[in-house]
Structures are given as structure tokens and as C-alpha cells.
């Protein structure tokens, strides 16, 4: 089934999945966490796809968080199943084997922000707002922000924005590496393509062990971790790709990786 949460297309080897409930602000709901979740697992072994961007519809979010309206009328067994199935569709996009990109069009707030802080890389337009403002709601991130943020910008300034509650802008997001660059609002998707389409010219199957190392050696001491990137570089060695890399190099033309 087509999903209706969701607009799919796709641009070379870069997939966009576009949330498409502006008159929701793209806010996440049951039907929109499944249809993410199918089309994550779709991707996984498509060869076709070796980036993955993320953005909203509309310019007022990229995505307000859950869909509190949706919440308020769950019974409790049905708030803890859906809460279930976010960490489980976050924790799948985080350790996708594909590049994910998160294009922020618009505000980032609560889960908003912990599904932009799942993908790999953020980019962000220049008047956009991002938080984790749950304590608001006496609640806390239940989605990975309280993990996640404080392994990309540091458990103090981590702390500060969880407890503060208080959203900041792009501007300080950037100083502080939750985001890496920002954009005028009209370029971003483009530039964002742009950039997911210069990685995907990379060898997938690099890409993948390169991603792996680095999210799994930051769980890990430095001794596991260099560990963990020798195993990864062992996968390169056997490919195809290797060899074709080579062979591009030295016979001085681009290369034409096929993820083998």
C-alpha cells in the first residue's frame, strides 16, 4: 500500500522521505511511525539506495514531535505500544545501513529533534528552531535525545537544553555541532541532495563499514574501538569496489561502484 504519512521519491541513489502532515507540523503519529518503519526496511537492501534524506512538508517543521492531540485519546496499553514502536523505528534509522540525512525545513522539537539526532548527518535552514523540550511536560525524551544528544554536542551543553527546555536556533546549533551547516530556507533541500548525491558517488559498501566503525567505537574504549575499525576495513578488502576504486585511480577516471 502506497503510504499516507509519507511522500517517496527518488533522486539517483538518494531516497527522500518527505513527513507529510503540515497541517500537523508532521507531528508523529501511529500511522506515520509504521509507514516510516516500512519504508526504513525497504531501503535496507535496495541497491538502488545508498542515502537516505529526511525532511518535512511544509515550512513550519521539519517535525513537532509526537502527536500529543493522537496521545490524549490512547489508552494507556496503546500509548506504551506506540512509544515502543518510536524507539524501535529511531534505533532502526540510527543503525541503518544506509547514509541518513536530516534536511531541518523547518522546527525540530522533542522527538522531532531525537529523529533528526538518529540520522547520520543534520543540516538545517537559517530561521529554524530546535529542542528537547519534554520536561516542559514534566515527561522526559523517551526516544534516544537523552543518549543521543550528549554523544554529539556533550552531556553539559545536552544537559542544558533538557533541562532549560528551551529551544535554541540554527545559528547555535551549528556552534555547537547539532547541526552541520546551515542554508537559506530555498537552497536547503537542493543543497542537501547535493550532498547526499556527492556521498553516494562513495563506495557503498565503504560507506557502510566506515558508518559502522565510527557508531560502534563510540560505545566502546579506544582499544575496542581501533578493534572494531580493523574488522571494518577487513570487509572493504574483499570487494569489488576496492579493486574498481584502484583501477579508477590509476587509469585517471571516475569510478563506477556497484556495492559489490
Do not use: W
Request: net charge neutral.
Amino acid at each position: 500500500m502506497s503510504p499516507t504519512d509519507l511522500a517517496i521519491t527518488q533522486h539517483g541513489y538518494v531516497r527522500h522521505i518527505k513527513l507529510n502532515r503540515p497541517d500537523r507540523m508532521n507531528a508523529l503519529g501511529r500511522t506515520l511511525i509504521r509507514e516510516l518503519h516500512n519504508a526504513l526496511e525497504d531501503c535496507r537492501f535496495d541497491r538502488e539506495t545508498r542515502v537516505i534524506l529526511l525532511s518535512g512538508a511544509g515550512q513550519r517543521a521539519f517535525c513537532a514531535g509526537a502527536d500529543l492531540k493522537e496521545r490524549a485519546e490512547m489508552a494507556q496499553d496503546e500509548v506504551d505500544a506506540f512509544v515502543s514502536e518510536l524507539r524501535t523505528t529511531f534505533h532502526l534509522l540510527f543503525n541503518h545501513p544506509k547514509i541518513t540525512v536530516a534536511a531541518l525545513n523547518g522546527a525540530a522539537l522533542g522527538g522531532g529533534l531525537e529523529l533528526a539526532l538518529s540520522c547520520d548527518l543534520r543540516y538545517a535552514h537559517n530561521d529554524v528552531r530546535l529542542g528537547l523540550t519534554e520536561t516542559r511536560l514534566a515527561i522526559i525524551p523517551g526516544a534516544g535525545g537523552t543518549q543521543l544528544l550528549p554523544r554529539v554536542i556533550g552531556p553539559a551543553k545536552a544537559k542544558e537544553m533538557i533541562f532549560r527546555a528551551q529551544p535554541i536556533n540554527a545559528a547555535e546549533a551549528q556552534t555547537l555541532g547539532l547541526v552541520n551547516d546551515v542554508f537559506p530556507a530555498e537552497e536547503l533541500i537542493t543543497r542537501c541532495l547535493e550532498i547526499g548525491t556527492q556521498i553516494s558517488q562513495n563506495g557503498p559498501i565503504a560507506l557502510m563499514q566506515a558508518k559502522k566503525a565510527v557508531n560502534q567505537g563510540l560505545q566502546c574504549s579506544l582499544d575496542q574501538g581501533l578493534h572494531i575499525e580493523q574488522l571494518c576495513y577487513a570487509g572493504v578488502i574483499p570487494t569489488e569496489d576496492r579493486l574498481e576504486g584502484l583501477a579508477a585511480f590509476k587509469e585517471k577516471r571516475k569510478p563506477a561502484y556497484q556495492g559489490r
